[in-house]
């Protein structure tokens, strides 16, 4: 258990640290849709804007439910043990390691990321990795929901 409760604490530096991330390009993000200059604006860079900002906060909201949520698990026992548990369930494994579940969670929280800072430089990359990660993300649910259904 003590292996897990380092995983534990692993998993809440890295949320902790998508919070700063977030917090950040959150901050820049209001900065800059303050000086904009609405006057030469279209309509694809508020919709740009506002795509971004969404997700910015989406992300800092997630990270800061699952660093709630994995601290609370921290400090009391058995909610460690039900964690454990859910995790190490051998049909849910099977079930994610088909549907890629953990290599698509990283790769889409990268693509995410850079998403938000090409959408600062180019929109067509921008339109481009967000696609990609609908599509990933939607794929991945197919098919876990595909073999929840069959396994």
Avoid: C, W
């Avoid at 902790?16 to 977030?22: K, L, Q, T």
């Avoid at 950040?24 to 309509?43: E, F, K, N, Q, R």
């Avoid at 049909?91 to 693509?111: E, Q, W």
């Avoid at 600062?120 to 990660?133: D, K, S």
Wanted: glycine letters at 6%; hydrophobic letters at 55%; proline letters at 1%.
């Amino acid at each position: 258990m003590e292996k897990f409760r380092i995983k534990i604490k692993r998993r809440i530096a890295i949320s902790s640290a998508m919070v700063v991330v977030s917090a950040v390009l959150g901050a820049y993000s209001i900065y800059s849709i303050t000086i904009a200059d609405t006057s030469t604006a279209t309509m694809s860079d508020g919709f740009v804007a506002g795509f971004q900002f969404g997700l910015i906060v989406a992300i800092f909201g997630l990270a800061v439910i699952d660093v709630i949520k994995l601290n609370l698990a921290l400090r009391d026992e058995t909610k460690l043990k039900v964690l454990y548990n859910k995790e190490h369930d051998e049909r849910l494994k099977a079930i994610r390691n088909k549907a890629g579940a953990p290599m698509i969670v990283v790769t889409s929280v990268l693509m995410i990321l850079a998403a938000i800072v090409a959408g600062y430089f180019n929109i067509v990359v921008f339109y481009t990795l967000v696609i990609a990660v609908m599509g990933q993300l939607s794929i991945s649910a197919i098919v876990k929901l595909f073999y929840l259904k069959t396994m």
